[in-house]
């Protein structure tokens, strides 16, 4: 009801089903006189799409989108974007076959009690992680912008399971950790543990199980000032677009949960000055002070929970009967959803900031040429 | 600009200052016809209140609060209710005396950034925890109305510092844990545990330094099927709710940043079926699947910072002459600000479920006498 | 910048241009289980048509729907509905023959200071009546949903130019009334009149000139109570609604204008008693009073500007030279728009009154099969 | 039910009832580092208040507003700015005489069907003209920000009745315009004119009867490309704060329900070069084409209602027998409401300029010493 639709500035409206006809979504707000590169689109959608690995579902989806609207000569005009991606390797046939029963931690319930007999359950419908292609689309947009004012939003897969990459890398220059990111299966920045992580799914792969993990995303390069204290802080902004990705459970700034057991004399940033510009000596806060940017970057983690469908017995409830059952769940699921999710939570922050600076006059509605 | 409202169809809007003349809230859409309880919302403000116990601040503050709108005859009309609290005991000596260095991870150079000379910097003017006195009295009225209907708002301290309660609570009992949370001085469920956090915070406020911790909430009673996927899901709406409560770096929900190391197999919640009616083995999943509630308790935790003012010495900047300082910062503040913060997660929440079911037309906008 | 969608429960996000690929909406918040009848939603469409008399536009465009979300089986699901309609009878030539010369009361000038050069000013982009077909099928489908509540939204030519029809139909037999609207070619409800109209608009075609008109507009059906006083009146929202259609300079509700030369004692509507039923004894409040709803008709007029774009001489500037110049603008616009507007003022209008109704709870979110 | 703020950047929030303890608003997005000219805010509500001259309502309010928040020496800070004031001659003995009967044409079936038998009638409560002095403050507030950039806002009384004013001011000229309506008691500009409407609300006053009219608005100084097309026009935003305000009817742009009975080529504003600048010969179009603004003056007319409660005789209905009626409703109030709406349709008009300009970046958050 009207819950498909974020952000003041640059809003984005989601629209298309898992199993339907299109993915799609509306950009509202880019700026004008964007030169929009087609081919950054493409390769941001590669890393969401499926079938990029052994590691990922099997289901095919070349995920080629059309733009509809909002375009002239290869440039925004400032009118609102549509882009559509058509589905092509549907099959809603497990669908039918698991109809009269819950998945456990799956959305079938909650469907079933928001929507009655109503709504399109196959492949989850509206609650699939498929509809996260139009974020991403939407996120490339975003990141583009952003480049131009030398911003950069970032992420890589923290943790996979219980194998942990505990290193602080130097998040202001990103392009190496780029590099290194690119460089793995799983979206991890260390070698060997990308190694072990890999290892890790590809063993609870073959056990029919999942597995979930964190991944740590960040902003360099915004300026400071940006946000305010109250309801539109960067965190609650950020949080907000983060938790309608599928499956996070979490989200944590700059030190997080960690900071809940250190003292205010170890948590503190102490302020110094840096090349006659005030700037902090570490980054526990995470680049925000009072809902609001201090210059340094942005640092968030997100968890996600393991993939709830599974081939493993299970226990759960056959709907006509109420009987308990046991029950294996088989279908085409990425036994852990964390690196194909890496580019989402770097679309609906590229998304997030980017709504900031239009709605605080940091970036113009025009762009110059 | 414009970020001080939150909410649809109960929406607050927060008004007032630190050191100002009032602390503020406008509370629009509490449905016509509740008999206001006063005795409970001045219990409530009650465990916001400086100078509760010797764990607290010394700034003394009543906190009676003023009705000016929205009332008639003890009842709501369904018009705005505005409650003001007087500030009494202001103190802006120390703004003046500190006004040429920044304090380490708080707001001093965020403010300086957006507001440039022009702003209240007094007590932290609009980030000051103080303005939280608002939302625990919107909390309270949510609170009344959510009781008619049977929903209970819950939280309690489960970490100060390093200090961490690790027991799994029967959530579906909150009776009995509110008597154990007020036999507490920090709020917490375990009278021994809760004896070791008094001790930390008693040694760290000797010590000039501070502690964070996590706070517990649950929500019982709460339908099925409210919320939705997308950007209305009751975590994206919760997460940003509490994200403005000061202090505040984390929220997660269910086994939260745990699942992310727990296999499908693991944390998935196992449907049973429990006095005919569908239910969940376990509650990892925090009562909410795909942004829905399916029945079982919405469980949360919440991350707290330490206390950023503290009066140890810290290396900073006096923004003058840009030169390197130490400085000790005295003033009024808690050496842990999460016992008094647990009725405040405990506000957030309550405002935030109302909308849902106010927006959904769970609960009507004039209840039956 | 962000500006395209309306609605809070029942929301549309337009997008698409004139002379783009696709005219587009995505309609965000149809209860779920309505089947949706095809053949009215191109009834409506067909009634918004270019070239569907001679009194219309040139450009030949079939406007047929494609369904890109939203349904599965017939039914909608509760997801966002996205239609397109691609277009087809583009001609941009004029626009590189005029690009250099503002047209006299067109949106040149607004969007060359709007935009500065970037922006698709083909066919007027973003600001072309054309988009408004998307307006008319998100208007079917909130007809279709209002429908099953008796609720239902008529339109009628009351103007054009200077032949306007003071008849005080009886608004609570609206069927009648559609019946006597199809059979003229200008949407009026006289027959007399309608001949004299549509010579009117002959004879100002042959002139090159153009004319404007008053719609008048019905809700019949709906029940007591909806709205409100200050921000969300039904006027404030309807009106807001309605000057998003092109070419609309004025909105009076019941009696209107007419109602400032009145004495309260004879514009008040006396209360009487109806088949022991309140109502009023007549209707100059147009069904609403305080800005909630009394239960007798929802009446109002729009009134429409003459379309600004004409084929005789007039004053205007050169841009490049900044000379004045006189010009006549040919292109295949409609000398009057007012006869394929009504349909337009009627998908807004019901648009505007579902949501008020999801938004009250007035209408579930699932409709009962 | 959350109906009672708008705005997006400059938002207000209303709260208080007519026969409560105050009328209040809360001022959200007021830029920081305005030194606010407390005489200006009391000379604006010295223009809407009671008991001003022999034609207004005889309740005595002396209109003393107190400020709660947001001011710091005499400056705006950026925070929210709450301002009430007290009501003092608060007379609620009618409201019982009359609970039993409908007056025409005023809320009480209204309230009654939206609030059952909760809600505060007394006055009209929320429903009431007093609210207005809430928006004249907030407008107050709005019209110092924009004097700085050189926009103002002016109204004046162009009918009572059926005595109108169809003189074509200079409004480029607006202090002289200023200063005429000062010397009128009805707040027309044209001193015979201003005379008559005088008269004939005196007249209508011994008849225990009552008057609506006409206000028209001018904005000037308004810089070009503000505004867009679709749901945020200028007209769609100005349209929904006007029908806020009790009484209105209506309102119409530039030659407004007049321009639907001229052609296209008399209509049109033919574009010119004056002082190497373009603008047009005339201003039929009231300043705006396409929802933007094109530099020259923004116009509209509002029309107001007589007032609804008259000491005439009257039909009408006894609630508790549903028997018919005829009934006299002697009250406080003012034979016509036009002269003092004059100051709140200012108001409201500045309330959404400001909000426009400070979204589109404009007017900065932060104004320069």
Redesign the interface.
Known sequence: ???????????I?????SH???V?I?I??TP??LELDINFLLSELEKRKTSQSSLTTSREEPDIPE????M?DG????????L?IHNKDVDSSKYEKYKDF?R????D???L????????F?G????SGR?TAGFVMAGAIAKQVLQKYGISVFSYTK?I??ISDETVYDVRNLYNLFELRENSLVRALDHELSKKMENSIKK?KL?K??????IKCVVSGLP??V???????I???L??????I?A??????????K???????????????KD?K?T??KN???GI???????TPIEF?V????????G?L????RLST???VEMAFSGRHDPCIVPRAVVVVEAMTAIVILDFL????KI????KP
């Not at 456990?104 to 959305?107: D, K, V, Y």
């Not at 002070?289 to 210059?295: F, L, Q, Y």
Request: charge should be neutral; aromatic fraction near 8%; hydrophobic fraction near 35%.
């Open positions: 009801m009207g819950d498909n639709t974020i952000g003041t500035r640059f809003k409206t989601s629209f298309g089903e339907g006809k299109v799609g509306v509202d707000g004008a006189g733009i509809l609207s909002g002239l440039k925004t005009t400032g009118a609102p974007i549509c559509i819950l456990p931690s799956q959305i319930y909650s469907l009690k928001k929507q009655g007999g109503f709504g399109d196959r989850s419908g509206r609650f509809l943790r399971g219980t609870v056990e199980d999942s597995l979930g993990g964190v400071e000032g946000g305010g204290p109250m309801f539109n802080s965190e609650s902004n949080a907000k677009a983060i938790f309608s599928p996070v459970k979490g989200i944590e700034f700059g030190a997080g949960f900071a809940t057991t250190m003292k205010g004399s170890e948590h503190n940033d102490p302020w110094v000055v006659g005030i902090t000596l526990d806060s995470g002070i009072g809902g609001i940017s201090i210059g983690n968890g996600f929970k393991p993939t709830p469908t599974i493993k299970q226990k759960t409830v109420m009987e308990p239009l709605l605080e006059g113009p509605t025009v762009l």
